[in-house]
């Protein structure tokens, strides 16, 4: 199954707390909630449908998944909430346990090698030699640690960024800070009214990198 990481992110490359002001404030952010404002139902909302169509499961860090199991249940009734609440979701934490995971099918990854769960995971249905076949998609939302962490093991097939038209001048970053040059490809852009860039990246070739 491909990996696709799904983030709002700010010009600046931050992904920290796009949907609240109590979602995370580590390092002390004071932005929580910043993507609200740019958010085009019309042209956004389609793009998150899409993508949420051909996912099979979903993969989360401990603080996001907690965001996600306070807000989702509730909203029981509505098609997407529901798509939210009825799919698999692998939840990778070294402090929460078994009786924690009270959102409907989520699961814990093994705690000592959690991307080597998620890798077993992905390899368990891959179409061909790039992970681009038919076997559908996990989706990390948000989770920037845990998707930095992916990202670094050469785990990410594509890459779906919502890139708001705000600079926002420090926060958590989704692309690890290790000076390796990571080329992408662009495969579908469309603007938003709001400004924002609907992006769609994959990994393109090494030989890309410039000298």
């Given at each position: 199954?491909?990996?696709?990481?799904?983030?709002?992110?700010?010009?600046?490359?931050?992904?920290?707390?796009?949907?609240?002001?109590?979602?995370?404030?580590?390092?002390g952010f004071?932005?929580?909630?910043?993507?609200?404002?740019?958010?085009?139902?019309?042209?956004?909302?389609p793009a998150?449908?899409?993508?949420?169509?051909?996912?099979?499961a979903l993969?989360?860090?401990?603080?996001?998944?907690?965001?996600?199991?306070?807000?989702?249940?509730?909203?029981?009734?509505?098609?997407?909430?529901?798509?939210?609440?009825?799919?698999?979701?692998?939840?990778?934490?070294?402090?929460?346990?078994?009786?924690?995971?009270?959102?409907?099918?989520?699961?814990?990854?093994?705690?000592?090698?959690?991307?080597?769960?998620?890798?077993?995971?992905?390899?368990?249905?891959?179409?061909?030699?790039?992970?681009?076949?038919?076997?559908?998609?996990?989706?990390?939302?948000?989770?920037?640690?845990?998707?930095?962490?992916?990202?670094?093991?050469?785990?990410?097939?594509?890459?779906?960024?919502?890139?708001?038209?705000?600079?926002?001048?420090?926060?958590?970053?989704?692309?690890?800070?290790?000076?390796?040059?990571?080329?992408?490809?662009?495969?579908?852009?469309?603007?938003?009214?709001?400004?924002?860039?609907?992006?769609?990246?994959?990994?393109?070739?090494?030989?890309?990198?410039?000298?």
């Amino acid at each position: 199954m491909r990996i696709i990481l799904s983030d709002f992110m700010s010009l600046d490359g931050v992904v920290q707390a796009p949907g609240g002001p109590d979602e995370d404030a580590d390092g002390g952010f004071q932005h929580g909630g910043w993507s609200h404002p740019y958010f085009d139902m019309d042209a956004m909302g389609p793009a998150i449908s899409e993508v949420m169509e051909g996912t099979e499961a979903l993969l989360f860090g401990r603080r996001t998944w907690q965001s996600m199991a306070a807000a989702w249940p509730e909203r029981a009734g509505d098609p997407f909430a529901d798509r939210m609440n009825e799919i698999p979701k692998h939840v990778a934490s070294r402090t929460l346990g078994p009786d924690d995971m009270t959102w409907t099918n989520s699961s814990l990854l093994p705690a000592d090698d959690a991307i080597g769960a998620i890798r077993k995971l992905r390899d368990a249905d891959s179409g061909d030699a790039h992970g681009r076949g038919d076997g559908g998609c996990m989706q990390v939302m948000g989770s920037p640690t845990l998707a930095a962490q992916l990202i670094s093991a050469g785990l990410v097939d594509e890459y779906r960024l919502m890139i708001e038209p705000i600079v926002l001048g420090g926060g958590k970053r989704l692309f690890p800070d290790d000076g390796q040059a990571r080329p992408l490809e662009l495969v579908s852009v469309k603007v938003a009214s709001t400004g924002v860039h609907i992006c769609t990246y994959r990994p393109a070739a090494a030989a890309a990198v410039p000298s």
